[in-house]
């Protein structure tokens, strides 16, 4: 089979440059939206969207001559059509705002300057104009994303970069939406309405309250919903899959179940999936604060694709309820909502599945974020100490997939040193106390060390946070006489030694077992054991309790059973089985994605790869163009220059190796 494939981009969206200056009078900053109903109206045989709307904003400064609204992160999507306000107000409509490319911002100006509490309505019409990553109309679908900020967004202060985010754009109130007879729509709230008439759909999603950033997704879906604890688990699906509307409706209402007896409540009304096109560029899944939407090839999988839906569920607490700041942030969420899929995992499959993930991921998902993958980042210098680690690369970049793969270990292993119940109590002790603001990496050594305090939790988060590496553990032993063994545990010598409490289980030739724990440290320790039977195998580390190296960690990934390595002058290429699904909780970045279960790393970048007819640059970042045949890799890695002048390397593989 010939396949041509060209490999998917990152990028970033334009990063906004900060003012310091205190805002004044005629900055439009100091305004808070307390309250949003939306209008959206959807045509799908001439596609277009346009949002109308209501709006009130409150000044919690001390005086401002009015307010200022934003649209668009990441492109030009939404226009402003009209801004109606209070009598004899000014508006000027598609202004800039300096440092945010994309955005277009509506200034208003009283005619008479608002003071400290002062609330003022308003009620708009905007138009999509182009589409925008994971903001689209179209004949088949339509769809909207919190990261797109495609509704009227308060500049709350002259620091842009922190407040025109997708976070601030979280607002309680409605979101009434008028669509084609035959669609309906998955969006964050409640579903207080929904009624087909005159050839027309029409839906009301009520936040009750709760400020949520929001979006939605409408089609001809076929649609299955579960309860959990008052909660609605609502799954939408375009197309036929393995796994029908129903039985994946109850494996993410089993999966909710199995973190709230965790976590406690889930922290929103309900949590849905709804399945979108293939076709759509840009991204694989985009994770809502309430919902996910998800490309239909992460639906074709046995298994079900658990873990995904597991690990965006868990965002509802870690990401979307409880903040993040500070060094290592990416530990207080990524790591956590990995941390997730091990409770779903656990629940829903058994210890053992559980296990099998914490090492090897699986398909369908991130393959990097294992056991294996972490050591994969030390081979190829990757590795940064957890806590030191910055919360503003990119989605796929590296920090994230360390996140994923040893800050999941790093929970796991806490949890298994301090036992089931001051675990997950200390869990949502932080919920409780973190819950709608920013929690830091030490927040949490400190929750955990003053929940165990007899544990030596100080030295753990040390060895797990504070430094590289993961242990490498050579065993050996000897006979030195009659009736008694020598075992020699032996740590990797180019990097200091962990401290460990290491069970090792050791089979005798005879067949018996027997498990002993050893106390680890420094280069070398010794064990001696009683036995009149040779041994014929020592495992350690049986139970999975630590994260250390194993051998079955060096067998290479493959693709159709074909082990893929190709290698250029400047940067290595791997080919591995396996996709990468687009995160959208904390950052502005977005992966460039498709649905072919293959990925691509060069240099500290990973690259999903999907087959498309022609080739197309997305950004300066890099290109990969991969031909597949018989098992043989040949390709192109390019880098644009500055000027987009093209440079390649072109690759070409023995095929196995
Ligand atoms: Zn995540």
Redesign the pocket.
């Known amino acids: 089979m010939k396949r041509l494939i060209i490999a998917s981009l990152l990028f970033a969206m334009p990063m906004l440059s900060s003012a310091q200056a205190q805002p004044d009078l005629e900055s439009g900053v100091g305004w808070t939206m307390t309250n949003l109903d939306l209008e959206v109206r959807i045509e799908n045989d001439d596609p277009s969207m346009t949002v109308e709307g209501t709006m009130t904003v409150r000044l919690d400064i001390d005086r401002s001559s009015g307010p200022s609204f934003a649209l668009n992160l990441s492109s030009t999507a939404m226009r402003w059509v009209t801004l109606d306000g209070p009598k004899n107000s000014q508006v000027q409509l598609n202004e800039e705002l300096p440092g945010a490319e994309a955005a277009l911002m509506a200034n208003v100006r009283l005619d008479k300057a608002a003071s400290r509490g002062d609330e003022l309505d308003f009620r708009f019409a905007l138009e999509l104009t182009a589409p925008a990553p994971q903001l689209m109309a179209r004949t088949d679908i339509a769809l909207s994303s919190w990261v797109e900020a495609w509704y009227p967004v308060a500049i709350t202060s002259l620091d842009y970069e922190q407040t025109f985010t997708a976070k601030t754009s979280t607002v309680s109130g409605t979101t009434t939406l008028d669509l084609p007879g035959e669609w309906i729509a998955l969006s964050d709230g409640e579903l207080t309405k929904r009624e087909h008439s005159n050839g027309r759909t029409i839906e009301v999603w009520d936040l009750k309250g709760k400020p949520v950033a929001r979006g939605f997704a409408a089609a001809q879906y076929t649609a299955a919903e579960r309860e959990v604890d008052g909660r609605t688990i609502r799954i939408y699906l375009l197309n036929e899959h393995v796994m029908g509307v129903d039985q994946l409706a109850g494996l993410i209402a089993e999966s909710m179940a199995a973190q709230e007896a965790r976590l406690g409540p889930f922290p929103f009304a309900g949590y849905g999936v709804a399945e979108v096109p293939n076709d759509i560029e840009g991204w694989s899944a985009a ?1 809502q604060q309430t919902f996910i939407m998800s490309k239909s090839a992460n639906f074709d999988l046995e298994h079900g694709n658990l873990p995904l839906w597991a ?2 569920m868990c ?1 509802g607490w870690w ?1 979307n309820t409880v903040g993040t700041s500070g060094p290592g942030a990416k530990v207080a ?2 790591s956590l ?2 941390f997730g899929v091990l409770i779903s995992v656990e629940a829903l499959e058994g210890v053992d599945a559980m296990v099998e993930f914490l090492e090897f991921s699986r398909s369908g998902y991130s393959r990097r974020q294992c056991a294996r993958g972490y050591y994969s980042f030390i081979d190829q210098g990757q590795d940064h100490a957890l806590a030191t680690m910055g919360n503003s690369d990119l989605s796929g970049g590296t920090t994230h997939m360390l996140a ?1 793969s040893k800050g999941m270990w790093m929970y796991h292993m806490l949890r298994r040193r301090i036992g089931d119940e001051t675990f997950f109590a200390t869990l949502r002790g932080l919920i409780d106390e973190y819950g709608g603001r920013d929690m830091s990496l030490d927040d949490i050594r400190q929750a955990f060390v003053e929940a165990a305090p007899d544990q030596e939790l100080e030295q753990f988060f040390a060895q797990w946070l504070d430094r590289t590496g993961a242990p490498r553990i050579d065993v050996a032993w000897s006979t030195p006489e009659a009736g008694r063994v020598e075992i020699l545990l032996t740590q990797q010598a180019d990097v200091d030694p962990f401290e460990l409490d290491l069970v090792i289980e050791i089979e005798f030739e005879d067949g018996s077992t027997k498990r002993e724990r050893v106390g680890v440290s420094g280069m070398e320790s010794v064990l001696s054991v009683a036995t009149s039977s040779g041994i014929s195998v020592i495992t350690l580390d049986p139970d999975r309790d630590l994260l250390i190296w194993r051998p079955a960690y060096d067998a290479p990934p493959s693709v159709d059973g074909v082990a893929l390595v190709a290698m250029a002058p400047w940067v290595d290429v791997s080919v591995y089985e396996g996709s990468y699904f687009m ?1 959208a ?1 904390q950052e502005t970045a977005m992966v460039y994605g498709g649905d072919e279960d293959l990925w691509v790393q060069a240099g500290d970048y990973l690259l999903q790869l999907f087959p498309i007819e022609h080739h197309r640059f997305k950004s300066n970042m890099g290109v990969v163009e991969f031909q597949i045949e018989n098992g043989k890799a040949t390709g192109f890695i390019v880098e644009l220059d500055s000027g987009g002048n093209a440079e390649g390397v072109r690759v070409e593989d023995e095929g196995a190796k």
């Open positions: 994770s690990h965006e965002h990401g969420s990524e909502a990995q994923d995160e909780i």
